[in-house]
């Protein structure tokens, strides 16, 4: 039953990281002329780090980072280290806040984030504090919006 | 991100001719089609205006090849040059962009180093050419260098970004020679990559940091990375001038 349960929890998991990667990259153009908006890979990425151990969601954040990297070119690699963390560290979490509260997730999609994004934006030499300090909470606050609409696809059918 | 510049561009453009090609197809067709719907009605306009204007130049296209054929521009501006559509690409949050994609590729001539113009001026270089896409850098980027002169021959130097700000630095100017502001630099065609005299801005200032016996002046840039869509592929230049090109294009 354990098993089963897994499985399907694991199916669930790498169908979530596909769409959210899928529309991603796909929307990204239309996401790139909004003051704000989601950050779906990392949304994906953190999702995903909660079901599964250290190691697989340092993976699957390398995987998505590469991706990344491929579509905007510029600092390649930039988004596989930070991703990798991002899942790494996502993962750990698990051992300190068991189960999905929507409060905690939402706390978690929020500054996993940030944090992402405000650590990419200095990575690439960028000195604004209004997008470390307002757009990039905004994008969190629209990644966690839809990290509530993901969290279903988590649970065991 | 320790991996050398090319390297990077290499696995970044083998993973857009696999993976994500799916993904960058739709991409093109839902860019292309809210461009179209974007410029239906502009094109309505321009075709009615146009139609005019047809009726009144009938014979000038005729007339034109049998010129370009005198002066030796048809080789010049069709076998050199392959158009392509550029897309700058970055960082949500970057405010200088430093690499672009190109619509076309290896399959249509492209090279590695090739040079990418405006009609301003130059534009960049192609990094890695692929099949139907080439990957490569703005003059905004950390790598890039270009041998450049004043219009007049002048005086040469070597052209970088100034870091992180869309303007550029003419190094290695000579001492005892003063650059006036609003001088032209174009490309000075040594060093094999960019031809000789595709534009690249203009003198603003001396720089106040000074090393050795040579002087540095910040430069205008002739094109903006942010303000470029549709550019030329230099394809075969050889030992080519390029002055022409640009001084025919000013005088028009």
């Known amino acids: ?157 | 991100m320790a991996l050398p510049h090319e390297r990077q561009l290499a696995m970044a453009t083998t993973l857009r001719s696999s993976v994500l090609v799916p993904v960058l197809r739709l991409q093109t067709a839902f860019s292309d089609m809210s461009a179209m719907r974007v410029h239906l009605e502009e094109l309505r306009r321009e075709r009615d205006n146009l139609a005019a204007r047809v009726l009144a130049l009938q014979g000038v296209d005729e007339e034109n090849s049998r010129l370009r054929a005198l002066i030796g521009l048809a080789e010049r501006g069709d076998v050199l040059f392959v158009p392509a559509n550029l897309d700058p690409e970055g960082r949500a949050g970057e405010r200088v962009k430093r690499s672009f994609v190109l619509d076309r590729g290896a399959s249509d001539g492209i090279l590695k180093d090739a040079p990418v113009v405006a009609p301003s001026g130059l534009v960049g270089v192609v990094r890695i050419a692929a099949q139907g896409q080439a990957t490569g850098d703005f003059w905004t980027h950390p790598d890039f260098r270009a041998s450049a002169m004043t219009a007049d021959g002048r005086v040469f130097g070597i052209i970088r970004p100034q870091s992180g700000q869309s303007v550029m630095v003419l190094d290695g100017a000579p001492y005892q020679v003063e650059l006036d502001p609003g001088t032209e630099i174009v490309t000075s065609g040594m060093g094999g990559v960019f031809p000789r005299g595709i534009p690249i801005g203009r003198v603003v200032e001396e720089l106040s940091q000074q090393a050795g016996w040579a002087k540095s002046y910040t430069v205008q840039p002739a094109v903006y990375p942010d303000a470029v869509r549709e550019v030329m592929v230099v394809i075969e230049a050889g030992d080519a001038d390029l002055t022409a090109v640009w001084t025919v294009e000013d005088e028009e």
């Open chain 1, 1 to 157: 039953m354990i098993v089963v349960e897994r499985r399907g929890i694991r199916a669930g998991v790498i169908l979530m990281i596909l769409l959210l990667a899928f529309l991603h990259f796909l929307l990204g153009p239309l996401f790139d002329s909004w003051f704000f908006s989601p950050n779906l890979l990392v949304c994906g990425v953190l999702l995903a780090a909660r079901q599964i151990r250290p190691a697989g969601a340092a993976s699957i954040g390398f995987v998505m980072g590469l991706l990344e990297d491929a579509m905007v070119v510029s600092h390649f690699g930039l988004a596989a280290l930070l991703l990798l963390l991002l899942g790494y560290l996502g993962s750990l979490t698990r051992d300190l806040f068991v189960g999905e509260e929507l409060l905690f997730m939402g706390t978690y999609l929020f500054v996993g984030t940030w944090l992402y994004e405000a650590a990419a934006f200095l990575a690439i030499g960028g000195n604004s504090l209004m997008f470390v300090f307002l757009q990039a909470p905004l994008d969190a606050l629209a990644t966690g919006a839809v990290g509530y609409l993901m969290i279903p696809f988590m649970r065991p059918r």
